[in-house]
C-alpha cells in the first residue's frame, strides 16, 4: 500500500497566543474580541479540519481493504482484544450501541465479524473476528506507515502529539 500522491498537506501546530479573554469581568477590547473569534485562532476548527484531512487520507487505503474509517476503528479494538462485547466496544471508541450496532452489523455481512449472545446473559452481545477479519489485519498493518507518510512528521512528533489529544480527551470527558 502507498501513500496517494495527492496527499500534498503537511500538519501544523497551532500558536495560541493572547486570544483568550478573560473571564475576570474586566472591560476587554474589540480587537481581543475579535482575535477571539477568529476561525483560525479555533482549536475547535484545528481539531475538526484536521479530522476531515485525517479522513481523507485514510480513505483510499480503507477502499483497498473493504472498509470504512468507523469499521476500522472496531477492527482496530478487536484486533486487540477480541471477543469483547458491544458495550465494551462502545466505551473504547466512545460511541453509543445505536452507533455501533449497524456498524457491527456491517462488519457481521462482510463477514468480518460475529455477533453472538452471551450465554450467561442474553442482553449482552459478543463480538468476536472471524478468519477473515483476523487475516485483514495483516493488509492493513501497511496503514500506519502511509499514514505518517502523509503526514510529513517524525515518528516522535507523531507519538508526542497523540499523547498531546489524548491528555485534552480526557480533560474534556473528564467527569465534575
Known amino acids: 500500500m502507498t501513500v496517494p500522491e495527492f496527499f500534498n498537506f503537511k500538519l501544523h501546530t497551532i500558536e495560541l497566543c493572547d486570544i483568550f479573554i478573560p473571564m475576570s469581568g474586566k472591560p476587554v477590547s474589540a480587537k ?3 482575535d477571539a473569534l477568529l476561525l483560525d485562532n479555533q482549536l475547535c476548527f484545528a481539531l475538526y479540519s484536521t479530522s476531515l484531512a485525517m479522513s481523507k487520507v485514510y ?3 480503507l477502499d483497498e481493504l473493504g472498509i470504512t474509517y468507523p469499521q476500522y476503528l472496531v477492527m482496530l479494538v478487536l484486533w486487540e482484544s477480541d471477543g469483547l462485547t458491544v458495550s465494551e466496544i462502545g ?5 453509543d450501541s445505536g452507533t455501533l450496532t449497524p456498524l457491527l452489523k456491517r462488519l ?3 463477514e468480518l465479524v460475529h455477533r453472538l449472545r452471551d450465554t450467561e446473559d ?3 452481545v459478543l463480538v468476536r473476528l472471524s478468519a477473515e477479519g483476523r487475516k485483514l489485519k495483516q493488509k492493513a498493518a501497511k496503514l500506519p506507515q502511509c499514514i505518517l507518510a502523509a503526514t510529513e512528521c517524525s515518528l516522535s512528533k507523531l507519538k508526542d502529539l497523540t499523547r498531546e489529544l489524548q ?3 480526557a480533560s474534556l470527558t473528564a467527569e465534575t
Open 108 to 110: 457481521e455481512a462482510a
Open 59 to 61: 480513505k483510499p487505503l
Open 122 to 124: 442474553e442482553r449482552r
Open 167 to 169: 491528555t485534552l480527551r
Open 32 to 34: 481581543a474580541i475579535n
Open 91 to 95: 466505551e473504547r471508541l466512545y460511541l
